[in-house]
């Protein structure tokens, strides 16, 4: 006999037994990378639209396992986000990008400023100072500092975020709403948040020039943030047209693969040095 209710039942549970493995065997492989140098940040180059200069950099955090190869932070930043690891991984991640901030700095590079993201489950009262002791600890001024928030993060207790967002902009350091659009944060409340920057995410910029919807909300968002005195950036740039575009629109900057890929540290200073062409 076969196809039975109970033989369904058994064959689900063990699929889900296997999700479940598969999820701790990622978190237990990702706590020991934390701790034995597996991670490293690659710095993508924000450039300026007007002169295609660098004014920035935003570090993406990569694993590197010794038998997977490099593991995309797609696969492992989403179960760090549901176990909580993420807020020590944040952690790592401030330490290193400051450190390496400092390194550049004290290597007589033109100053830039650094953006890293914070998730959710890390912005907590606890953060402004934590941002405040590195900065102090690397002897780093806050304002090469940025740092990058979602919408998710702001859907939470309101006034507790805008309290949390002013601690850390009193700080001297500047923040940026990303993925700006995917999420569904009131228009109403986005005067409230003392950010600097709107991020255009890629979704939207992807679509240019073809998609007329993608368009007009890729303007729309530079048309807001012009009103709204905050500057604004477009991720995902691929194209001539696309720069093209977001030129036209009045975009203060733009990332992506038509400049440069996320770069490991040496290659973004031999690019920030000038002497290497992105
Ligand atoms: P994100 O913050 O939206 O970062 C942009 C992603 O787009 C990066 O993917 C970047 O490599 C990729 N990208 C940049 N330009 C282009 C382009 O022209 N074309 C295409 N196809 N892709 C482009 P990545 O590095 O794989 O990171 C994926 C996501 O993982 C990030 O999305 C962010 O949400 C998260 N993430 C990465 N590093 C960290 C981190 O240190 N902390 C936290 N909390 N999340 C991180
Ligand atoms: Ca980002
Ligand atoms: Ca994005
Ligand atoms: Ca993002």
């Not at 401030?94 to 914070?118: D, F, H, S, T």
């Not at 807001?224 to 194209?239: D, F, M, P, S």
Request: aromatic share 8%; net charge negative; hydrophobic share 40%.
């Amino acid at each position: 006999k076969q196809g039975t209710e109970a033989d369904g039942i058994a064959f689900y549970s063990q699929d889900m037994n296997q999700g479940m493995h598969e999820r701790m065997r990622i978190e237990s492989g990702l706590r020991q990378a934390l701790g034995n140098g597996e991670l490293l940040l690659h710095y993508q180059p924000k450039f300026c639209i007007d002169d295609g200069s660098i004014i920035g950099a935003e570090a993406l955090v990569r694993w590197q396992h010794p038998e997977r190869g490099m593991v995309p932070p797609a696969e492992f930043i989403p179960l760090a986000e549901a176990t909580g690891l993420v807020v020590q991984l944040g952690e790592w991640v401030l330490e290193q990008a400051c450190a390496q901030a400092q390194a550049w700095k004290r290597a007589g590079l033109r100053p830039i400023r650094l953006a890293v993201n914070v998730s959710a489950r890390e912005f907590t009262q606890a953060l402004p100072a934590r941002v405040q002791e590195t900065l102090r600890r690397h002897g780093l001024e806050p304002q090469w500092l940025e740092l990058e928030i979602t919408e998710s993060t702001l859907m939470h207790n309101i006034d507790r975020v805008i309290g949390i967002m002013d601690r850390i902009t009193a700080l001297g350091v500047k923040l940026s709403l990303d993925d700006f659009g995917t999420g569904y944060s009131s228009l109403s409340y986005l005067k409230r948040f003392p950010i600097d920057t709107l991020k255009i995410d890629r979704s939207f910029t992807m679509g240019i020039p073809q998609d007329t919807n993608d368009c007009a909300i890729a303007s729309t968002i530079i048309s807001i943030a012009q009103q709204l005195n905050h500057r604004v950036i477009a991720e995902g740039v691929e194209t001539e047209d696309q720069l093209a575009f977001l030129k036209g629109a009045g975009c203060n900057e733009v990332q992506g693969y038509l400049y440069s890929k996320p770069l490991p540290a040496h290659e973004f200073e031999l690019a920030l040095r000038g002497k290497w062409r992105v």
